[in-house]
Nanobody
């Protein structure tokens, strides 16, 4: 069983930055690919960033590439999403997800957190 808890969201002005955190509760020795997704009101959940199970591969959606960095702190079992140059279009509920495949598709992720809200004002 895997539990994911996101934090770090908030209200920020356009051009600002945020660092989202995802605390992972997982059995020692089990590894997953990790992803960040977001869902704006009235829209489908969309992919943002991922790294594969060993962290060797990262991949970003075009919408956030160059403005976001996904990273992890293994000892603390935390995954981060650092976001800069935020825009009003980045306003969404941000989810952390874990799964076996390392792909950028929502159905390929098995475990999801509850999300953390990011609101960017103009």
């Amino acid at each position: 069983q895997v539990q994911l808890v996101e934090s770090g969201g908030g209200l920020v002005q356009a051009g600002g930055s945020l660092r989202l955190s995802c605390a992972i509760s997982v059995r020692t020795g089990t590894t997953y690919s990790m992803g960040w997704f977001r869902q704006a009101p009235g829209k489908e959940r969309e992919f943002g960033a991922l790294f594969n199970w060993n962290g060797a591969i990262t991949y970003y959606a075009d919408s956030v590439r160059g403005r976001s960095t996904i990273s992890r702190e293994n000892a603390k079992k935390i995954v981060y999403l650092q976001m800069i140059s935020l825009e009003p279009g980045d306003t969404a509920l941000y989810y952390c997800a874990a799964g076996p495949s390392g792909l950028c598709y929502v159905p390929t992720y098995t475990y999801w957190g509850q999300g953390t809200q990011v609101t960017v004002s103009s």
